[in-house]
């Protein structure tokens, strides 16, 4: 304060900013893409998780062209054979059960081994594992294919019509969620056998519901807002009001939603599995694996450990990336 | 600044409901009967939930009047359908300035592709490089610079993002331009920075207002003509000297006795009138001239008391 004093008016000198001057706006153009991505990488749990369903994703892929073993394959001689890594002597991992070297017991030529050691049936249980994710990630690619489709078109076509159509929508919607899933699949089963179709329909039936509504609830708030107004006072038709301005300012909660159905629908099918109304018999699947590895739990435990581990993982890790998506989507609502 | 007394927009007998029918019925109009000459600006003003924003969506036809008929150069645009020719050219003839900065933009999109969107519905442009030149036209028009097109709408203040919703109006080269509140979300010096902008635009391209606010001096400067609403009605409609010096409706004359004064003398001296609805409005009355060209909301006994004061 005291030192202020001494300084002299005409030191000061009027600065001339140029009008466009004051308008500058020096900070970098960020899309809100690029904005939301930013906070996502600084989100850790989001971005391993990220990095693990790419990995089980690619796995999962390759297996199309390549296992270690023929998924279904039976080979009677290769029974309960334990995990053996190559010639490495790690423990749990050197083909030995109770001590005894079940490969040179079951006379298992040389340079044959199973990394994750085989089933009742002697099938590979690596491969089946592989294929088990493949037909997961393919029931969950089908659920976000009935989410985006019908479940955004569903919400934005009730939500901006409002009125009787609005009202009949939900009525529908309230009736199609009052029936629990696993009903509909019980019922599907009298039409359709157990299979992937069954799942398929059951999917189709009721996974897009919860997206609706909020798609909905997100479109009435939405269609209110002044920029909808201007482009209707613009002249923009329904429809192209509904790609340039709904869908865009819709689409953090489309992504999320997402994120939350797949999860959901890969856990629908292992439940569905596991309780022997999924997929039949031969096929593996992330839920027949675990059917088959809880009946031989007390001798064999690597049978169920091994498929849980990976649906395990796979639950967290989207999980963690919708949560790690949420936040960066919509900083407000983290916390 | 009125050049000739042509008509730009008739409003007769407007009438807007929502609800119609139901337990939660509101009369939001009831019968509103104006003109709005070319080239000058029309002030409507009144209180919150009079009518006014609603009245400018229904001339805008964000709403479909109940009844009554809005003749935009003698088209009876209420009875036009939506996705019509005659809509669309409707459409580019008459645009909208909204209230909210902050909700009137589309934060996903560019700036360019804002002010861009009724370039491209109306087809104005034929090449991505017009595009952008006419995009930055513009946003000179508004005093914002070139650079500023790429941005989203997030990064400008409230007085910059005004100017862009005045860009995107600007446009399509409307006739008519209905301001609904355009200054009343912003800082106090932003305000007169917008209605000057709005008035040199209106001098260089002889453009119509209607301009709605509850800031009764931010009306007088701007508007050649002052309408006063209350209740979805018309009470008084006359020049804004007139209405300002002259108010004869009791409603007018308590809304100006509201207006504090940067007098500290005469701002102790100031007492509000207080206004009761219930004995000048409804029953008999109608919107007359009882001057010329100052029309009252009056029963005929009071219209000849008017005259007599005069």
Redesign the interface.
């Known amino acids: 304060m005291a030192a202020s004093k001494h300084i002299a008016p005409d030191a000061f000198k009027l600065a001339h900013v140029a009008a466009t001057e004051k308008e500058y706006i020096a900070a970098p153009a960020l899309t809100f893409s690029q904005d939301a991505m930013r906070r996502l990488k600084q989100n850790k749990a989001a971005v391993i998780s990220f990095w693990l369903l790419v990995i089980i994703f690619a796995a999962a892929l390759l297996s199309l062209v390549i296992t270690p073993h023929d998924p279904n394959a039976q080979n009677l001689n290769y029974t309960y054979l334990p995990p053996k890594w190559g010639d490495l002597n790690i423990p749990f991992f050197n083909g030995h059960e109770n001590g005894i070297d079940m490969y040179a017991r079951n006379q298992v030529p040389k340079g044959t081994y199973f990394l994750l050691g085989t089933d009742y049936l002697g099938r590979d249980l690596l491969s089946r594992i592989l294929v088990g994710t493949r037909i997961s990630l393919f029931i969950a690619v089908i659920a976000t294919l009935f989410d985006l489709v019908v479940g955004v078109g569903y919400g934005i076509i009730s939500g901006w019509n409002g009125g009787w159509i609005d009202t009949l929508m939900q009525r529908v919607i309230e009736i199609i969620s009052s029936v629990p899933n696993l009903v509909v699949v019980i019922l599907m089963l009298l039409v359709f056998k157990p299979g992937l179709k069954s799942i398929i329909v059951a999917i189709a039936v009721t996974s897009w519901i919860t997206m609706a509504r909020l798609i909905r609830a997100q479109t009435l708030k939405l269609k209110d807002q002044e920029f909808v107004l201007a482009a209707k006072t613009l002249g923009e038709s329904s429809f192209q009001i509904a790609l340039k301005h709904l869908v865009p300012n819709l689409s953090s909660t489309i992504i999320i939603q997402t994120m939350f159905t797949i999860p959901t629908a890969i856990f629908f099918e292992a439940f569905l599995s596991y309780i022997g109304i999924g997929l039949p018999a031969p096929t593996a699947s992330l839920g027949t694996l675990l059917n088959d590895g809880q009946k031989a739990l007390q001798t064999q435990p690597y049978l169920l450990i091994y498929p849980a581990i990976v649906i395990v993982v796979l639950m967290l890790a989207f999980n963690l990336l919708a949560d790690g998506l949420r936040d960066a989507f919509d900083p407000r609502s983290a916390h | 600044m009125i050049t000739d007394k042509t008509p730009l927009v008739q409003v007769r007998h407007l009438v807007q409901t929502f609800n119609a029918g139901k337990k939660d019925e509101v009369r939001a109009l009831q019968d509103v009967s104006f003109d709005i000459y070319k080239g000058e600006t029309l002030g409507l003003v009144g209180e919150s939930g009079s009518g006014k924003t609603t009245t400018g ?1 229904a001339l ?1 036809r ?1 709403y479909q009047p109940t009844s009554g008929e809005v003749l935009f150069a003698g088209q009876d645009i209420a009875k036009l359908k939506n ?1 019509s020719a005659q ?2 050219a409707f ?2 003839q ?3 300035i ?3 900065p902050y ?7 560019k700036v360019k592709d ?1 002010i861009a ?2 370039l491209d ?2 087809h104005l442009v034929h090449s991505p490089q017009e595009r952008d030149a006419r995009v930055a036209e513009l946003l000179a028009e508004v ?3 070139e650079d ?1 097109a ?3 709408p997030h ?2 203040s409230g007085g ?1 993002r005004q100017r862009i ?1 005045i860009a ?1 109006a600007l446009a ?1 080269e409307p006739q008519f331009i209905i301001a609904d509140e355009p200054i009343s979300a912003l800082d106090v010096s932003i305000q007169a920075q917008v209605v000057n902008l709005l008035k040199d635009i209106q001098d260089k391209k002889g453009l119509t207002y209607l301009f709605i606010a509850h800031d009764l001096s931010m009306v007088k400067y701007i508007s050649d003509r002052i309408a006063v609403m209350h209740n979805g009605r018309l009470v008084e409609l006359a020049s804004a000297a007139e209405v300002y010096h002259h108010p004869l409706h009791p409603y007018t004359k308590s809304l100006l006795s509201a207006i504090p004064e940067p007098d500290p003398d005469s701002e102790r001296q100031r007492v509000p009138i207080a206004y009761d609805a219930r004995q000048a409005e409804g029953g008999q009355r109608q919107l007359v001239e009882v001057l010329p060209a100052h029309y009252v909301y009056a029963t005929a006994a009071e219209v000849a008391a008017y005259r007599q004061s005069n």
Do not use: K
């Not at chain 2, 909700?103 to 999109?109: F, G, I, Q, Y």
């Open positions: 969506r805008i964000l996705g809509m669309l459409r580019r008459t645009q909208m909204f209230q909210d909700a009137s933009l589309n934060p996903r999109m804002i969107e009724g519905i109306h005093g914002l610079n500023h790429s941005r989203y990064e400008f910059q919703g995107r399509v």
